[in-house]
């Protein structure tokens, strides 16, 4: 999920205090465009990192490559590292156990053995692959605003939206690995047109791709009232979701209505997602919470008037590390050697 904020774009690399190769861990977030490789410290904080654009027309090997020389930028910056387990987070659905991404729609890649073909690009180093979402998860439940929680909800605001549970200590997984797709419950039947094949889900309201479609409509309809979203980027095309956040800072009063309804829209699917999994937190994570910190507070209240009372009790945060929190994941998952939500936990190498 690449996400629209306000919020920095790309992985801080903080001055590196005294560390041994032991406290770092390298992990690798890949998404649609962009691959982003880091080695992170023990509490969670980037180091050193080092990214390449990717596209999907570079197919699974051109993918590859960029993901290598990614990875070999990052450790050129720390040559005392020595490897001894990677971490990647992909935007697709994965089989943590054998390290094959089974489909990534944005990449177009399927039963792509990532795992594998990774692990012999780095001298045979172990790779744990695991899904976008639950590697942010990981981050936030072990080292972010989720930590020491036994029951929580991370729910990824960012281009798309995302989630995934821990339930009783254990990060869930899915019958076929793709558990936690809240972004694509129904909150209006007969609703906007999704880019899955449904209509009318959260979604198609609340992502970053959504709340920019609405914007470019608001402004065409009321050509007036858009002047001052137009002006700050010249053609509607080129508005996005952190336009919206940029001008509700400046007290644009389309932004704000446009930030109120998503908001609305947003607790209707916190509402859901709480009486549904009975969460004692729910972490909005994604660079579009991190822009718009306002959401929690307000599904918070949603929350407590809202859901079933043994549910409303409820806790909403934001995230600690924003649109990082897959990156961190990553690293962390390498740290521990296996993903939690496998049976196996069998890194491919
Ligand atoms: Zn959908």
């Known amino acids: 999920m690449r996400s629209p904020s306000t919020a920095e774009k790309s992985p801080r690399s903080e001055p590196p205090g005294p560390t041994t190769d032991t406290e770092l861990a390298l992990g690798i977030d890949l998404g649609a465009t962009k691959v982003v490789s880091a080695l992170v410290a023990r509490d969670g904080t980037v180091v050193r990192s080092g990214g390449r654009q990717v596209h999907a027309n570079d197919g699974p090997e051109g993918v590859l490559r960029s993901l290598v ?12 590292f020595r490897i001894r387990t990677v971490g990647i987070a992909v935007a697709a659905q994965v089989d943590p156990a054998t390290g094959t991404v089974v489909h990534a729609p ?12 990774l692990s012999r690009e780095l001298d045979g180093a172990p790779v744990v692959v ?32 995302g989630g995934s549970a821990v339930v009783g200590n254990r990060l869930l997984e899915g019958g076929t690995h793709a558990i936690g797709e809240v972004g694509h419950i129904t909150i209006v039947s007969g609703g906007r047109k999704c880019h899955c094949p449904n209509a009318g889900c959260l979604e198609a309201y609340v992502g970053g791709w959504a709340v920019a479609d609405r914007a470019r409509e608001a402004i065409g309809a009321d050509p007036k009232a858009g002047e001052s979203l137009l002006a700050a980027v010249g053609y509607p095309d080129q508005v996005t979701a952190r336009t919206v956040v940029e001008a509700y800072r400046r007290g644009d009063p389309l932004a704000h209505r446009l930030i109120r309804e998503t908001t609305q829209y947003l607790c209707d699917g916190v509402v859901s997602i709480v009486n549904a999994f009975n969460p004692d937190l729910v972490v909005l994570g994604g660079g579009f919470a991190a822009g718009m910190p306002e959401f929690a507070r307000t599904a918070e209240g949603a929350v ?46």
Not at 70 to 80: A, G, I, K
Not at 106 to 117: D, E, F, K, S
Not at 306 to 332: D, H, I, S, W, Y
Not at 339 to 347: A, C, E, I
């Open 304 to 349: 407590r008037l809202r859901c079933q009372p043994p549910a409303a009790r409820a806790r909403v945060t934001v995230g600690r590390f924003g649109e990082n929190a897959p990156l961190v994941g990553a690293a962390e998952a390498a740290r521990l050697g296996s993903f939690p939500g496998s049976d196996s936990g069998t890194p491919s190498g």
């Open 130 to 161: 695991v899904n976008d979402a639950r590697a942010a998860t990981l981050a936030e439940w072990r080292l972010g605003a989720g930590r020491g929680v036994s029951d929580l909800f991370c729910l990824i605001l960012g281009t798309g939206v």
């Open 69 to 80: 020389q990614s990875v070999r930028s990052t450790l050129d910056q720390e040559p005392s």
């Open 106 to 117: 944005n990449l177009n890649w399927h039963n792509v053995p990532l795992g594998a073909r």
